[in-house]
T-cell receptor
Framework: AQSVAQPEDQVNVAEGNPLTVKCTYS??????LFWYVQYPNRGLQFLLK??????LVKGSYGFEAEFNKSQTSFHLKKPSALVSDSALYFC??????????FGKGTMLLVSP | SAVISQKPSRDICQRGTSLTIQCQVD?????MFWYRQQPGQSLTLIAT?????????ESGFVIDKFPISRPNLTFSTLTVSNMSPEDSSIYLC???FGTGGYEQYFGPGTRLTVT
């Protein structure tokens, strides 16, 4: 069975600073990895994915994530945070074309 | 992606009653899923809605409590039966398009409160 760990309940960063939201995973075989964002009272929005290929993937709203197979990590990053990035971020993993397992989520708070 | 809508967006229901949630997509999709997000929690998969056949339920979820229909490639319903306050959650449907994308796209969710 697959699992996802998001070790931080909350990440605080000042606007303009770089941000990182951490994610580690466990899955049999090659992982399919995803990041989603949830704004208050909204559904989940897909940000980016890693399926295969380049370890650095770029997604929506200037976000990117780095796949590290040896560390089984898929951290979400952004070079310069915006106040509007404040939201709940979920990492998810799938063993293939199958169901997703989500982490517990990390609240990102960007202060002006 | 596609436009995914859910009805109702929210509801307050009494204990012991049932609520049916609809999920409509504006294009044909390969797979549809139903998730529950309890207050302050992550998403938990309830079931995969299979077109023309019975849904595939995850451990801890049963058809009698969460009957699901999927009559075609653009529509599904989830019923929450004999509700209790513990069923108060956000219920989300999601879809995939089967063209190798793998990612799921989510509806806006239905916020259910059971009193």
């Amino acid at each position: 069975a697959q699992s996802v760990a998001q070790p931080e309940d909350q990440v605080n960063v000042a606007e303009g600073n770089p941000l990182t939201v951490k994610c580690t995973y466990s899955v049999s075989g090659n992982p399919y990895l995803f990041w989603y964002v949830q704004y208050p009272n909204r559904g989940l929005q897909f940000l980016l994915k890693y399926i295969t290929g380049d370890n650095l993937v770029k997604g929506s709203y200037g976000f990117e994530a780095e796949f590290n197979k040896s560390q089984t990590s898929f951290h979400l990053k952004k070079p310069s945070a915006l106040v509007s990035d404040s939201a709940l971020y979920f990492c998810a993993v799938s063993p293939g074309y199958s169901t997703l397992t989500f982490g517990k989520g990390t609240m990102l708070l960007v202060s002006p | 992606s596609a436009v995914i809508s859910q009805k109702p967006s929210r509801d307050i229901c009494q204990r012991g009653t049932s609520l049916t949630i609809q999920c409509q997509v504006d294009s044909q999709v390969t797979m549809m899923f139903w998730y529950r997000q309890q207050p302050g929690q992550s998403l938990t998969l309830i079931a995969t809605a299979n077109q023309g056949s019975e849904a595939t339920y995850e451990s801890g979820f049963v058809i009698d409590k969460f009957p699901i229909s999927r009559p075609n490639l653009t529509f599904s319903t989830l019923t929450v039966s004999n509700m209790s306050p513990e069923d108060s959650s956000i219920y989300l449907c999601s879809v995939t398009f089967g063209t190798g994308g793998y990612e799921q796209y989510f509806g806006p969710g239905t916020r259910l409160t059971v009193t």
